[in-house]
């Protein structure tokens, strides 16, 4: 098992809690890492220096994804929350997909720990968080089976899926003028880490406990163990679609307790953590947009 870090300082690997070794690698991140000679070069590098964790700048785990693929509805209480919504809104004959739902979001909206998330301009006002765990490809992957799937994945990391939704609710109703994925790809709108932990830490059968705060209130609680598609079914199912490369970053899905569902979106000010079991907290806080930014489209 590794926790491994992309740092200012270059690749590290936490080999005791709070202190990272900063590691003999000619790469700026993970990302760089994956898609060169592989996770296992992380294994065997030399150690160059010993820092403790809170005296280095910890970056994303991969600052530049290839594509990030979200997927959609796949924890049963938040598949709940949306059918209610819909019902809501006058639409009952909404139903869930049986196949996974997802879409690409542009690598540019990755942030690290730590750093704001910044309200765009354009949407300011009905910014949501989505607290989610993220699997980061390690080898290419296409058309791969479930049982072949593993063999593919880095590690897990964590991150929140911020999306703009008052965009996103325009494209659900169809205006051709607004897109999920745009929603989803401004800027700082997908913080991701604070680290990568590999996949041997975890049983096949994933069981982690995810919990998003915000400003310390719990918003969300759930357990992985409860997915509609696991891990090892998503990926197979979307390397039929575009071949899955090194460095790109699936999002597992959200649970139940987005912002959207009680009207309390994200505010200058506000911290958002998310919290997964066995791989750490994921912090952020929400900033106003800079002054003078244009608010139109």
Do not use: W
């Not at 730590?114 to 301009?121: E, H």
């Not at 460095?247 to 953590?273: C, K």
């Amino acid at each position: 098992m590794m926790r491994l870090y992309s740092t200012a300082l270059g690749i590290a690997r936490e080999e005791s809690p709070g202190e990272l070794s900063v590691l003999d690698l000619p790469f700026a991140d993970l990302g760089a890492l994956l898609y060169g000679p592989g996770i296992d070069a992380a294994r065997a590098a030399a150690v160059v220096r010993r820092v403790a964790l809170g005296e280095v700048r910890v970056h994303a785990p991969v600052s530049r994804p290839g594509k990030i693929l979200i997927v959609g509805l796949n924890y049963p209480s938040h598949a709940e929350e949306a059918l209610e919504m819909f019902a809501a809104m006058g639409r009952p004959d909404i139903t869930l997909p049986t196949e996974p739902n997802f879409h690409l979001v542009a690598g540019s909206a990755v942030t690290a720990p730590g750093d704001d998330i910044r309200l765009p301009a354009v949407a300011a006002d009905q910014v949501d968080y989505e607290g989610e765990v993220a699997v980061v490809i390690g080898r290419s992957a296409s058309a791969v089976s479930a049982a072949e799937a593993a063999s593919h994945i880095a590690g897990l990391t964590i991150a929140n899926d911020v999306s703009a939704r008052d965009i996103q609710q325009r494209a659900m109703s169809g205006d051709p003028t607004a897109s999920i994925g745009v929603a989803k790809s401004f800027d700082t709108f997908k913080p991701l880490g604070p680290c990568l932990v590999t996949l041997d830490e975890f049983t096949a059968a994933l069981d982690l406990r995810l919990r998003t705060l915000v400003n310390g209130d719990v918003r969300q609680n759930d357990r992985t163990s409860s997915f509609i598609h696991g891990v090892a079914e998503l990926i197979s199912y979307l390397s039929r679609y575009q071949t899955l490369e090194p460095g790109d970053v699936i999002l597992t899905g959200t649970p139940r307790g987005a912002g959207v569902f009680s009207g309390r979106h994200l505010r200058p000010g506000d911290i958002v953590e998310v919290e997964v079991e066995h791989i750490g907290t994921l912090r952020n806080r929400v900033r106003a947009a800079p002054e003078g930014a244009s608010a139109s489209a």
